[in-house]
């Protein structure tokens, strides 16, 4: 075998190695106004678990954000709009329109996270200790730093 050979077997055990421990992560990219803003209420959810449509549609009207006002003076709004739409997405995000084509604004209604939580009860989420699906920290202990492996999650009584 020469050292090229050798070489290039050592790196695709690596690579084969840290593909599972990639599977469910979601780095957050760094970005003070999307901290500052979007993670004082509930965690920073991650740009890529929604497709850019849906967060165009949810930036455009802050006033009326599940029930709450979340609205920003337009510097700011249009900076998180971009860093949203520059992260959003890719491989992992799966459909995020609901059956009329409409974007979907929650992650907890898109495909992929229903399929991923098919194993947990609706009646989970009504507990005390969680409350809602969105509140994913209830549950996946490492949620605010985009770790949301099998090993990190407790679900609370
Ligand atoms: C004033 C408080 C507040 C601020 C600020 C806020 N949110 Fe929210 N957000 C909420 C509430 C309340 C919900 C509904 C939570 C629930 O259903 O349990 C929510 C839900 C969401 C959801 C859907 C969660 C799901 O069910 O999948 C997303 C996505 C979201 N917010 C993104 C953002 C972004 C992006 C920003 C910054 C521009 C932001 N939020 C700022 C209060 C806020
Ligand atoms: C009630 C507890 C609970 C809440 C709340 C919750 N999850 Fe989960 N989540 C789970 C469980 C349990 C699994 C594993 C299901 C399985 O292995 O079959 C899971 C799996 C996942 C997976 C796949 C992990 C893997 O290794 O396959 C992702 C990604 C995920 N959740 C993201 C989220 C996000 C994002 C939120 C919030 C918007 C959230 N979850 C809220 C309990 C929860």
């Given at each position: 075998m020469?050292?090229?050979t050798k070489h290039l077997l050592v790196l695709l055990s690596v690579?084969?190695?840290?593909?599972p421990a990639q599977a469910d992560r979601y780095p957050?990219?760094?970005?003070?106004?999307?901290d500052e803003e979007c993670a004082s209420c509930h965690l920073a959810f991650p740009p890529?678990?929604?497709?850019?449509?849906?967060w165009r549609a949810m930036m455009n009207d802050l006033t009326k954000h599940f029930g709450t006002d979340a609205s920003l003076d337009e510097k700011r709004r249009v900076a998180i709009a971009d860093f949203l739409n520059a992260n959003a997405g890719g491989r992992k995000t799966g459909v995020t329109i609901d059956a009329t084509g409409k974007p979907l604004l929650r992650i907890t209604?898109?495909?992929?996270?229903?399929?991923?939580?098919?194993?947990?009860?609706p009646a989970v989420y009504q507990r005390a200790s969680i409350k809602s699906p969105a509140n994913c920290t209830a549950c996946h202990a490492n949620a605010a730093a985009g770790d949301y492996e099998e090993r990190g999650i407790r679900i609370p009584k």
């Amino acid at each position: 075998m020469t050292s090229t050979t050798k070489h290039l077997l050592v790196l695709l055990s690596v690579v084969a190695w840290s593909l599972p421990a990639q599977a469910d992560r979601y780095p957050v990219p760094k970005n003070p106004v999307f901290d500052e803003e979007c993670a004082s209420c509930h965690l920073a959810f991650p740009p890529q678990m929604l497709d850019a449509n849906s967060w165009r549609a949810m930036m455009n009207d802050l006033t009326k954000h599940f029930g709450t006002d979340a609205s920003l003076d337009e510097k700011r709004r249009v900076a998180i709009a971009d860093f949203l739409n520059a992260n959003a997405g890719g491989r992992k995000t799966g459909v995020t329109i609901d059956a009329t084509g409409k974007p979907l604004l929650r992650i907890t209604q898109t495909e992929r996270f229903i399929r991923k939580h098919r194993e947990v009860s609706p009646a989970v989420y009504q507990r005390a200790s969680i409350k809602s699906p969105a509140n994913c920290t209830a549950c996946h202990a490492n949620a605010a730093a985009g770790d949301y492996e099998e090993r990190g999650i407790r679900i609370p009584k």
